[in-house]
T-cell receptor, first 111, second 115 residues
Framework: DAKTTQPPSMDCAEGRAANLPCNHS???????VYWYRQIHSQGPQYIIH???NNETNEMASLIITEDRKSSTLILPHATLRDTAVYYC????????????FGTGTRLTIIP | DTGVSQDPRHKITKRGQNVTFRCDPI?????LYWYRQTLGQGPEFLTY????????KSRLLSDRFSAERPKGSFSTLEIQRTEQGDSAMYLC?????????????FGSGTQLSVL
């Protein structure tokens, strides 16, 4: 799987939009971008994924650049419960199904 | 859907002892994964099953580690002759068996401390 690069930590004020960047410059055409998060003492939780179009669900929005070399996860109105480590993962569509995690971004929501 | 269940949540053992962890996946999920996570790092893949077949093992899975999924439902991960370096969170995840893009659902993990 292609590698991803994320800032190690970020802060965001409660109620503001949290924008988490991810670089994946070596992504292949058949690879999706996935985002998971891990709240302290819990297992990772799926957030969203996409191929090349922007995606939105009840948790977040995913913006993927046209060249697919980077993406941004947006939490529109961050709450204290969004404090977690956020992982950006590139995953092949077929074959090897496992997720390969990096070290992620530790997002802290500040009251 | 009761989620992925792992037991025990915490395990403290002495070096040299054997330990076994259990994972109950979401029912009807054919794929089951084991990961290990140390402090400050992301989860690292150990192995995965499709039904009862173990299809891939990481090089992290030394000879002291063995995983089974005998009836394609729950799985066990055993560590023999534990070492202090085995101290970590052991995570289990499951997913449906479809082509591509199936989400992995993770349990809360078993925290192992080897003294």
């Amino acid at each position: 799987d292609a590698k991803t690069t994320q800032p190690p930590s970020m802060d965001c004020a409660e109620g503001r939009a949290a924008n988490l960047p991810c670089n994946h410059s070596t992504i292949s055409g058949n690879e999706y971008v996935y985002w998971y998060r891990q709240i302290h003492s819990q297992g990772p939780q799926y957030i969203i994924h996409g191929l090349k179009n922007n995606e939105t669900n009840e948790m977040a929005s995913l913006i993927i650049t046209e060249d697919r070399k980077s993406s941004t996860l947006i939490l529109p109105h961050a709450t204290l419960r969004d404090t977690a480590v956020y992982y950006c993962i590139v995953r092949a569509t077929f074959g090897n199904e496992k997720l390969t995690f990096g070290t992620g971004t530790r997002l802290t929501i500040i009251p | 859907d009761t989620g992925v269940s792992q037991d025990p949540r915490h395990k403290i053992t002495k070096r040299g002892q054997n330990v076994t962890f259990r994972c109950d996946p979401i029912s009807e999920h054919n794929r089951l994964y084991w990961y290990r996570q140390t402090l400050g790092q992301g989860p690292e893949f150990l192995t995965y099953f499709q039904n009862e077949a173990q299809l891939e093992k990481s090089r992290l899975l030394s000879d002291r580690f063995s995983a089974e999924r005998p009836k394609g439902s729950f799985s066990t991960l055993e560590i023999q002759r534990t070492e202090q370096g085995d101290s970590a969170m052991y995570l289990c995840a499951s997913s449906r068996d479809r082509v591509g893009n199936e989400k992995l659902f993770f349990g809360s993990g078993t925290q192992l401390s080897v003294l």
